[in-house]
């Protein structure tokens, strides 16, 4: 605390006067680590023993005890373990229209899903022939019927459920047709996933 002292006078064994005028320090940031992600907006300004709540930005979710930090007497602010996450989207393939055999996707690395604000695009499965443009998708606050993601469509977004997907044609198989003497088959014209029988 800071201010001004005062005199206090005795008089018939009672002090009297005006007490002294006392205002908190103010705190900062100064040399203070903040995760990724974390919102602290409502920590600016504060002075000794005025407390503030952490949150995360838009698409992160908070990980840690010490949410509130309280501003100490010295103007620095309490310790925190608290850090923001990225939100996860989940499987891509289990939303319409990109749960087709004939689609596939790069919005999953191996064991990774993509994370908040990543993007990833949808196009057709080797065998298939795109017939339109791949499909790009961000990790976005989309409902779980749509995994997470939007579709990204010029200035227009919209849930990946809502989303056409890629166009994708089964491309016709010419090679390795069988063509054994004394022997038939129906394999001409088949197109990928079509079986035939000789």
Do not use: W
């Amino acid at each position: 605390y800071s201010g001004l002292p005062t005199q206090q006078r005795c008089f018939n064994g009672i002090f009297s006067g005006v007490p002294p005028s006392c205002s908190g320090n103010p705190c900062s940031f100064e040399g203070f680590q903040l995760g990724k992600g974390v919102n602290a907006s409502t920590c600016f300004g504060l002075v000794t023993r005025e407390t503030c709540t952490l949150t995360c930005l838009r698409g992160h979710t908070i990980q840690g005890n010490d949410l509130v930090l309280t501003c100490q007497a010295s103007g620095e602010f309490t310790a925190t373990d608290a850090v923001c996450v990225p939100a996860q989207c989940g499987d891509l393939a289990l939303v319409s229209p990109f749960s087709s055999a004939s689609v596939d996707d790069s919005c999953y690395d191996g064991n990774v899903n993509k994370q908040f604000g990543e993007v990833c695009f949808a196009f057709c499965a080797p065998g298939y022939s795109l017939d339109s443009n791949a499909t790009l998708l961000m990790c976005e606050e989309a409902p779980d019927s749509s995994a997470g993601f939007k579709e990204m469509a010029g200035a227009a977004t919209h849930d990946a459920e809502m989303s056409s997907g890629p166009t994708c044609t089964p491309k016709p198989c010419v090679r390795g047709i069988p063509n054994m003497r004394g022997t038939s088959s129906d394999c001409l014209g088949k197109r990928t996933g079509e079986g035939c029988t000789i």
